[in-house]
DNA sequence: TGGTACATGTAACATGTTACATGATTAG
DNA sequence: CTAATCATGTAACATGTTACATGTACCA
């Protein structure tokens, strides 16, 4: 994304223009803003935003202002931005791609002692016990709008169903826990 | 991975490495094998095999053994890889990544007409619906080992509760199906 | 004999990760 | 004054994706 064509809109960009139609964002706003709001179910890194953003600029999809206190830069979408964002959108998404190490692990288990494997599965089981927390807190403060609603429903849904994976296995018989 | 250090094997060559304990298998054989049996939470594409096994060659973990009919060509595990592997998988898995584009779209769903949105979601459906068929397939065929019954308990909840969240939304208030 | 599945590989590019360098501002 | 946090950015590298080029063997 450097010359100017429009070159087809990856996710993360896309996402990034999608928070800028909310007004105005330096970089690092946009990173706590898409960590906050679409972290739990797409991964991005602070480099790759500010790779994003510059690549945008290059092309027109975004403006750079005036730089503010401690050298923030605030980016606003442009037309082409816009018309960009739209595009991207009304393309089918794609399809979902899970990578969990752990069960890469619990499939080659048989090379793991027993004692280890149920370590692994113990510090696992507590993270995502944390994170169901964390969105059953979210959830009882009260849900921004009926998008952000439904896409915590899903982080509720899937920390659910990974926990009853943990605790069937446990109760099961493999190693655990 | 191209001197001959042992230099922290990745996951997914690691897991080829896994897969060549059970024998000496192709290129295409370890695609297929991968595909089969970690391809649902462990995404690789064909080119990634052939470029690791390559690497793992040239740093001595796996040799290449005589081409045969089809231009086969055999990898065998050596014993610096069965170290490599064991030093792989002792150590703590990683947390998880989900990257699942539907969700982007349904977070930025008031930029999408209702019934295009109902569309995209009318599609993933399908697309889960046939995979949790497709596993309950293979767990009613029989099961290889405890390991393999546990990863694929995990796709079985997995799918049911990407299914249960798609038709509480659709029950619910977000515009579907 | 022609199409399909098998089989290997390269090239080019896009994306993701980690580490580092630099400095401003604020809170204690 | 000093440590923590805010803020931007680059560099180097690892990984992932897509497309293509090449050829073999089987089967109808």
Redesign the interface.
Known sequence: MAGGRPAELN?TA??LL?FL?EGPMTGWDLVATAQR??G????LTQSQVYRELSGMAGAGLVEAGERGARDRRPYRLTEAGRRA??AW??R?????????????????????PPE?LAE?MA??RK?HAERLEEYERRLAEGVP????A??L??GL??E???L??FD??AAG??PLC
Chains 1, 2 share one sequence.
């Open positions: 996710a896309a996402s999608g139609h709001r679409i739990d179910f797409w991964s964002f739209a959108i009304a089918p998404p794609g399809p979902e791609t899970i990578r969990f190490p752990l069960l890469l692990t619990v499939l080659f288990g048989g090379h793991v280890r692994f510090t696992h993270v709008d009926r998008y952000g439904a896409t429903d899903f849904r899937y659910r169903a990974v009853e994976w069937g296995l018989d493999l």
